[in-house]
């Protein structure tokens, strides 16, 4: 079936950077984009970006902008996203999650989601 | 940015009961819309995109409706695994967005 598995916690400090990796199967890797979606403690979904295993281009939220760097190697079907200088804003569940593309053209519904890495920023 | 809120923030129903739960975008969003369920300690679990279309292997007492910038997700007789909270979310523009989230909660 198709899947998503993500590694494990990080603890990090502050200006620190973390990288998550999020390993696909069950599909092909290449005809579906990954997003990335962080959730906070106790708090809602926020959008990251997302990557077209594919080709490697890329689309980060403006919030991410310059800290966030999602990539993929496809000799694994693997993705991983790399977020830099950290704060502690940035402690939360982070989740890879996968776009459907069909026909030429992709859309943003998530199915499936990995089980998240919950990432700590603490000194 | 598409805002997206939800309402009630949380939604007190009776098992057997039907629950209704609303989503409304500060933008049309052309019916780009999914909704999603989280249960304690999971990931999120897709319901409906499209805002009508259920995704494989929800069962039928899930439906979606709406259009333009009101959107809705109704539960028909809430089963004791539905008590959980939903969030809905644009597609229609970048960034994607969440709405904050309806809790619904055993009366």
């Known amino acids: 079936q198709v899947q998503l598995v993500q590694s494990g916690p990080e603890v990090k400090k502050p200006g620190a950077s973390v990288k998550v990796s999020c390993k696909a199967s069950?599909?092909?890797?290449?005809?579906?984009?990954i997003h990335w979606v962080r959730q906070a403690p106790g708090q809602g979904l926020e959008w990251m970006g997302w990557?077209?295993?594919?080709?490697?281009?890329?689309h980060y939220a403006q919030t991410f902008q310059g800290r966030v760097t999602m990539t993929r190697d496809t000799s694994v079907s693997t993705l991983h996203m790399q977020l830099s200088s950290l704060r502690s804003g940035d402690t939360a569940l982070y989740y890879c999650?996968?776009?459907?593309?069909?026909?030429?053209?992709?859309?943003?519904?998530?199915?499936?989601w990995g089980q998240g890495t919950p990432v700590t920023v603490s000194s | 940015e598409r805002v997206m809120t939800q309402s009630p923030a949380t939604l007190s129903v009776s098992p057997g009961e039907r629950a209704t739960l609303s989503c409304r975008a500060s933008?049309?969003?052309?019916?780009?819309l999914a909704w999603y369920q989280q249960k304690p300690g999971q990931a999120p679990r897709l319901l409906i995109y499209?805002?009508?279309t259920r995704a494989t292997g929800i069962p039928a007492r899930f439906s979606g409706g709406g259009s333009g910038t009101e959107y809705t997700l109704t539960i028909s007789s809430l089963q004791s695994e539905d008590f959980a909270i939903y969030y809905c979310?644009?597609?229609?523009?970048?960034?994607?967005?969440f709405g904050q989230g309806t809790k619904l909660e055993i009366k």
């Open positions: 069950g599909y092909s890797f290449i005809d579906h984009y």
């Open positions: 499209g805002a009508s």
């Open positions: 933008h049309s969003i052309s019916n780009k």
């Open positions: 979310q644009q597609y229609d523009n970048w960034p994607y967005t």
């Open positions: 999650a996968r776009g459907f593309c069909a026909d030429g053209r992709c859309y943003a519904w998530f199915d499936p």
């Open positions: 990557i077209d295993p594919d080709t490697g281009r890329t």
